[in-house]
């Protein structure tokens, strides 16, 4: 039941004005349950044979006037007992209703012709409103166009003189590298003309200022290594001299020394090892003869004192003492001089001779080197000059290197900057021959024929006239042109009206479906006792439940995914944390097994008792 059946059941009953009612008004009555029931039983059994026509209530006021009596009660019902009704009669109320319906589907036909109507008004004031609208923004789009083409006037000025200025400079940075170059090979030998580029300057100063470098070197090694290097090395004048190379070992010392020296070298150290026990133990005797009198000098200095002093003792006993005493560490004394000169004296100097050829050794070999931080110290100083000699060549090779690379980088950014105005000056041309299409410049006068030149005009008046001729035009008219557009134009329109009654058709079509399943509906589920009153079956409302339901089962389905996961991720986390297991074994035994959480805490107790005693 909607408002659409509630108004036809009005218009049935011949309502005021209930054509110019709108169904939808009477929506909401339909959504009230109490009420709903009323509603669905008055448009069902009610219609226009319930309702007295002006007419009977018309006799039945006259009748009320006539005094004649009106019958009520029972004398009516005895009256309408003995009532007969003619046949007569009820073919003149079946013609009625033939009428009726006759007129009924008149009325509904004229109702479907003025919803048409109203349809068709409907779209022509909104393809009006339509034109209208677009029509304001044409005029907007035209002054926003107008706007546009300014600006790109503008823009297009800025840009040319910006395209002015850079050719202005690229032809002055031009015109200054091309002076650089130009200049005459007779004034850059010119003391006021300098020279530009390093290829320019004379080398011969250079080359002879090298030359006299050269030679001074040259003076500086004979110095310091031929002159007088013969009597220092051992070698002849004029001997060929070699660089010490430090990295090589052998090379270290100074050469030159031939076998006989090194032979006399080996005897000399043997003679120094021979004479050296014999010269310390000498040494060692002095040097005891030499203390042994100093102790003498200063013991007869202190007896003198105390014999002075008074202080030396007069009893001869304790002198004897004293004496006797003396002697027995003066005995003491010399047996451990003699233990010192037969045993231990000797073998310190056996050791010490060791060690003095080393000290031999050791001082030649400082000389040696000596003499070769000489020679190291002259060769850094000829290396450094050769350096700054080699150093001073590398530069100026380095200098006319790049010199050169930027020559040749020069070059290639002029080669660039020439093909780059050859494509455009290309392209300026391209752009006047295609400025030059009769399209696009406005001709002096109007023309009835298109030019044969006009390659996009003369492609329109194919496209709107079809291109099919069977003859070949001579010429390619406007008024051709015009007259195919209007074609097109009669055809769009006529496919338009078709589309138009289609849509009707299709729209006509609809609802009569729809009203054959509202019968339906209502023959199937009419006074159904369902709590939520009868089922939707609209298709609308069908698919929103559907889609309802479909979206409550994917969030049903992703909840169970989330459960499942959080499960697993416990399990897990409780296989890999066995206390945790183990807790969650004691929480369960607290409430299913109370005897089975007493024997595992009673375990638990014994074990850590047996630890603490351990």
Not at 58 to 74: C, I, K, M, P, W
Not at 112 to 128: F, G, P, S, T, V
Not at 583 to 612: C, H, M, N, V
Request: charged residues 25%.
């Amino acid at each position: 039941m909607s408002g659409r059946q509630f108004l036809e059941t009005l218009k049935q009953l011949d309502y005021p004005n209930a054509d110019s009612l709108d169904p939808q008004m009477f929506n909401w009555m339909f959504e009230n349950e109490t009420v709903s029931a009323f509603l669905q039983w008055f448009c069902a059994s009610v219609s226009s044979s319930n309702v007295l026509l002006p007419v009977e209530l018309q006799q039945f006021a006259e009748l009320e006037r006539s005094n004649e009596g009106v019958l009520e009660g029972n004398v009516l019902e005895d009256a309408l007992k003995t009532f007969s009704t003619s046949t007569q009669n009820k073919e003149t109320v079946e013609s009625l209703r033939e009428r009726v319906s006759i007129l009924h589907e008149d009325l509904d036909e004229d109702k479907k012709k003025k919803q048409q109507l109203i349809h068709r008004r409907d779209r022509l004031n909104a393809h009006l409103t339509g034109l209208g609208h677009r029509l304001s923004q044409l005029t907007m789009l035209e002054s926003q166009a107008k706007r546009d083409c300014q600006k790109a006037m503008e823009q297009l000025d800025t840009d040319n003189n910006e395209v002015n200025e850079s050719l202005d400079g690229l032809v002055r940075s031009v015109m200054k590298i091309h002076s650089l170059y130009d200049l005459p090979v007779e004034s850059r030998q010119e003391a006021s003309h300098p020279p530009t580029f390093l290829s320019h300057v004379k080398l011969g100063d250079y080359h002879d200022m090298e030359d006299k470098f050269s030679h001074e070197l040259k003076l500086f090694t004979k110095k310091r290594f031929f002159d007088g290097v013969a009597e220092m090395a051992g070698q002849n004048e004029g001997t060929k001299y070699e660089l010490l190379e430090v990295s090589n070992p052998e090379c270290l010392m100074v050469r030159g020394e031939k076998q006989d020296i090194i032979v006399q070298d080996s005897q000399e150290l043997a003679r120094l090892k021979a004479v050296y026990p014999i010269s310390q133990s000498q040494l060692i005797e002095a040097s005891a003869s030499e203390k042994q009198m100093s102790a003498t000098v200063s013991h007869t200095q202190k007896i003198i004192q105390r014999l002075q002093s008074g202080e030396f003792p007069v009893d001869l006993n304790k002198l004897r003492d004293s004496l006797q005493e003396s002697h027995m560490s003066l005995n003491a004394v010399r047996r451990d001089l003699t233990q010192l000169q037969q045993t231990d004296i000797p073998a310190l100097i056996s050791r010490s001779a060791d060690l003095q050829g080393t000290n031999i050794i050791t001082g030649d070999y400082k000389l040696k080197l000596a003499r070769q931080g000489y020679f190291t110290s002259n060769q850094d100083q000829l290396i450094d000059q050769l350096v700054v000699q080699r150093a001073r060549n590398e530069f100026l090779t380095m200098a006319y290197e790049i010199e050169s690379r930027n020559h040749r980088d020069i070059h290639r950014l002029l080669t660039a900057v020439r093909r780059t105005l050859q494509q455009n000056l290309t392209d300026w041309r391209e752009r006047q021959k295609a400025m030059e299409d009769p399209c696009i410049t406005p001709a002096r006068h109007q023309r009835g024929t298109i030019d044969s030149r006009d390659k996009a005009t003369t492609r329109l008046h194919q496209m709107l006239t079809g291109g099919e001729s069977g003859e070949q035009q001579l010429f390619l008219t406007n008024a051709g042109m015009v007259d195919g557009a209007q074609q097109l134009q009669h055809k769009h329109t006529a496919a338009d009206s078709a589309l138009t009654a289609a849509i009707d058709k299709h729209q006509h079509k609809t609802r009569l479906l729809e009203g054959e399943m509202r019968v339906c509906v209502d023959q199937l589920y009419h006074g159904s006792s369902t709590t939520s009153g009868e089922p939707t079956v609209t298709p609308p409302l069908l698919q929103e439940t559907l889609t309802n339901l479909d979206t409550m089962l994917v969030k049903l389905e992703a909840s169970i995914i989330d459960v499942i996961k959080d499960h697993d991720t416990k399990k897990k986390l409780l296989k890999s944390n066995l206390l945790q297991a183990k807790e969650r074994d004691l929480f369960t035994y607290f409430f299913s097994r109370p005897g089975q959480l007493r024997e595992t805490f009673e375990s638990i107790k014994e074990r850590l008792q047996a630890q603490t005693v351990h």
